[in-house]
């Protein structure tokens, strides 16, 4: 049975590096996201592995440098494409509407 279209958003793979008194502003709390696993590097640094929604990632670098006291990286790669959450295609659809 086929309900109409479905909206869908890039998962972009984020490999992220910073201070692990920092982790979990960075894995992005407040973010859309699914952590795969962190791992320590180095002293006091951890590489955390997540799956990010393109569009939280816009800003991401801007507010890594501040969770981080500018010694965060990450790098993104696309991974492929998922539906839309209900909640947020829903809005789209009231949006497209007005």
Known sequence: MVEGPVLQHQLHDVLNRGKRAGR??????????RV????????G???IRAEVP???I???????????????SFTRQYVRHEPLPSHL??????????
């Open 89 to 98: 295609a829903a809005k789209v659809a009231a949006d497209a509407k007005n």
């Open 54 to 56: 393109e569009l939280e």
């Open 45 to 47: 640094r951890t590489q």
């Open 36 to 43: 795969i696993g962190t791992v320590p590097v180095g002293v």
């Open 24 to 33: 979990g502003g960075l894995t992005g709390r407040g973010r859309r996201g």
């Open 58 to 72: 816009t800003r991401y670098s801007i507010d890594l440098r501040s969770l981080s006291q500018g010694t965060g």
